[in-house]
């Protein structure tokens, strides 16, 4: 069954660094989404994507975040200059219209801001 | 504006006991979808169900059913016969009909269930 992947499963980096992380949407998915998860906390919406542009974006997905779609499977999330409060898990999502909106998440990638 | 409310923060019970999860949303679309989520220690999210604001029709599906009632804005998730795998963190969402439009979660109910 086709599933929503990500790399890395996890990621360490200094405040301050960027970092880009990757998504492959379900090949036939045409709506995209990041979401982020504070430990312990609920998950958070921060942006979506669909032909190439972004749709709807959180007041959390500011001048530090972008998204891209660089080709025709990877969604990237690029956050410019990693702060100690990005430290999160983040999930991409993506569905497909006529499928009752239901979003299918990747299994997310931790990240760690030391 | 969208809102979910999960008022379980934590339950826990005993293995083969049957449990019902809470979850009350807001919404002023007519529109609109709903949907539970279970996130396991390892921390994927894993979709259960989904019913739309035209479907009240409630659903069994092994030893999960689910509860939807448009009047009082709810909709809960049992579990029968609860067994230790179904410990996690359960998350109810909320969608409008437009698909750029995000989920709203609610903050999750975490289970557990004991041997």
């Known amino acids: 069954e086709p599933e929503v992947t990500q790399t890395p499963s996890h990621q360490v980096t200094q405040m301050g660094q960027e970092v880009i992380l990757r998504c492959v949407p379900i090949?036939?998915?045409?709506?995209f989404y990041w979401y982020r998860q504070i430990l312990g906390q609920k998950v958070e919406f921060l942006v979506s994507?669909?032909?190439?542009?972004?749709?709807?974006k959180s007041e959390i997905f500011d001048d530090q975040f972008s998204v891209e779609r660089p080709d025709g499977s990877n969604f990237t999330l690029k956050i410019r200059s990693t702060k100690l409060e990005d430290s999160a898990m983040y999930f991409c999502?993506?569905?497909?219209?006529?499928?009752?909106?239901?979003?299918?998440f990747g299994p997310g990638t931790r990240l760690l801001v030391l | 504006a969208q809102k979910v409310t999960q008022a379980q923060t934590e339950i826990s019970v005993v293995e083969k006991e049957d449990v019902t999860l809470d979850c009350v949303y807001e919404?002023?679309?007519?529109?609109?979808?709903l949907f539970w989520y279970k996130q396991p220690p390892s921390g994927e999210l894993v979709f259960l169900i989904r019913r739309n604001s035209f479907d009240e029709q409630n659903e069994i599906s092994g030893r999960y059913s689910w509860n939807f009632q448009k009047s009082t804005s709810s909709f809960n998730f049992t579990i029968t016969a609860s067994q230790v795998v179904d410990s996690a963190v359960y998350f109810c969402a909320l969608s409008g009909d437009n698909y750029g439009q995000n989920f709203v979660f609610g903050p999750g109910t975490r289970l557990s269930v004991l041997p």
């Open positions: 999502a993506s569905t497909l219209p006529g499928t009752g909106k239901t979003q299918y």
């Open positions: 919404t002023r679309d007519t529109t609109y979808y």
């Open positions: 994507f669909y032909n190439n542009e972004i749709s709807e």
């Open positions: 090949s036939n998915h045409l709506y």
